[in-house]
């Protein structure tokens, strides 16, 4: 089981490039979730989606956008990118509906815009 | 909105020692979860210890405990006979147990935890 993997593991992007962020997920988590790391601010959420066809807004959703088209899938899509979206952004999925639900998260995506 | 507050963003130890990671959060609900992750340079979030806030008891895992103090919205790590592999970043973290929507988790700005041989 290899649990949440992200593609790319590092990028250097154009501004005013598109690019989608992938992540896939194997546990059959129904809830998914994307993260941005900046150094000094932690982790802010950006995007989640508590099941297949359904997602929300998080902190931060501003440039960004997601789809959930099955369980295991939640691509994040940079439209345009600005410098400003350099940053770690971490998938995370979760089992909702368990009483000690947790969070796992994948790897991270490094993304330079420039 | 809920709000997490790590005010120490550096911290050391002596290998072996023990040390105790601070962490508030402010909240109007009454029921929540809060987390330890742990980040080292490989970048993964690792989960280091949760705890849920209807119980009393302090949860440990191994050499990682907490200090769960509701009224005060306080909880606490501290890391006995720490090790050379428990050098990371630590975040805490808070998730309302509402329900109904994301399950988000809130997270504080992290604590560089350096250990010394």
């Known amino acids: 089981i290899a649990g949440i993997t992200q593609a790319p593991t590092s990028q250097i992007l154009a501004a005013g490039r598109r690019m989608t962020l992938r992540c896939t997920q194997d546990?059959?988590?129904?809830?998914m979730y994307w993260y941005r790391q900046d150094l000094g601010l932690g982790l802010r959420l950006i995007h989640y989606?508590?099941?297949?066809?359904?997602?929300g807004k998080g902190e931060v959703p501003d440039g960004y956008s997601v789809s959930r088209a099955n369980t295991d899938d939640f691509p994040l899509t940079l439209a345009s990118a600005v410098p400003s979206q350099t940053s770690v952004y971490f998938c995370?999925?979760?089992?909702?509906?368990?009483?000690?639900?947790?969070?796992?998260f994948g790897p991270g995506t490094r993304l330079l815009v420039l | 909105a809920q709000t997490v507050t790590q005010s120490q963003p550096e911290m050391s130890v002596q290998e072996a020692e023990t040390v105790t990671l601070s962490c508030t959060y402010d909240t109007s609900e009454s029921d929540y979860y809060l987390f330890w992750y742990k980040q080292p340079p490989s970048r993964q979030m690792i989960l280091v210890i949760r705890?849920?806030?209807?119980?009393?008891q302090n949860a440990t895992e191994n050499r990682f405990s907490v200090n769960f103090q509701k009224a005060a919205k306080s909880f606490s790590l501290k890391i006995s006979d720490s090790q050379l592999g428990d050098a990371a970043m630590y975040f805490c973290a808070y998730r309302s147990a509402l329900g109904g929507g994301s399950e988000k988790l809130v997270f504080g700005k992290g604590t560089k935890l350096t250990v010394n041989p």
């Open positions: 995370a999925s979760s089992l909702m509906g368990l009483p000690q639900e947790t969070q796992y």
């Open positions: 705890q849920e806030a209807y119980k009393q």
């Open positions: 989606s508590n099941t297949a066809g359904t997602t």
């Open positions: 546990m059959r988590h129904n809830a």
